[in-house]
Structures are given as C-alpha cells and as structure tokens.
C-alpha cells in the first residue's frame, strides 16, 4: 500500500544516545563528557580527516559531521567516541597503554576494518591517498582520531 506514510528522510545518528551508551558501557566511573558534531566545512575532497577530538581544556568530545551520515555504522561512530574518552582518561599520547585500552572496545577490529574500507568514501575521493593521519605537534590538546 504505497503513499500512506512519508518515507522516512536518510536516517541520521542521535549521538547523545551513542555517547550514553559508550559512558555507560566504559567508563560511568567518570562523569559523562558533552559529545557533539562539529562543524560541517563543505569540502567536496579532503586529503585528511579529523574523525573526533577531544578539548583537554573545556572536556568536550567533538565528532566530525561527515559521519552523521545512514551509510556510517553506529558501532564506528562509539568506537571514535570510546577513542576520545579514553584520552579523557589517559591523557593525549597514543602510547602502549592507551593502545591496550583502545582493544577493550568491543568492536575494535570491526571498527579498524570499516575506516579501512571507507576512508576514502568519508574523504569523498578516490585518489590515493595517505591513510595516516600524523599526530599534531603543535596542537597536543587535540586529539586525532
Ligand atoms: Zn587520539
């Protein structure tokens, strides 16, 4: 029985509810940290992306808008929230001991297989590009996913 009910607009990801659960599974021994979007800059081709942040000085976690899109799972979306609370936790260095934690997620690999099958859609090109981001020297605050 079609045109009854609109179709539903493209889906897109509540991420309060994402970032409650990713406290509430990991880490509610700590108060649960402001998550939001950031500001969607309209480029059509990156050479880098920013997936999350987190702001040493005000605690926010910042996730990059690019991924409020129905083609980006849920799961990757908290394993970039996960990523950020952890530098909440453990302070900004991706040392050993943060790589430790980061395998606790409980779809780490998941997550690792997806950004390295999607990077480029997220990039929006399909040009070769690097797939590591290098880490900030200048900025330590900031997190790179
Ligand atoms: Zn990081």
Redesign the pocket.
Known sequence: MPGLFPLPVATHHHLESLAAEVHRTYFHKYPPLPVRWGQQISRKQRRSIRLGSYNHATAEVRIHPSLNAPNVPAFFIQSVIY?EYL?HVLGPS?NRRFHAHERRFRYHRESQEWIRRNLLMLLGTRRKIVRSVPEPVAAPQM???
Do not use: I, Q, R, T
Request: proline share 0%.
């Open positions: 990523h530098h991706h997190a790179l996913f």
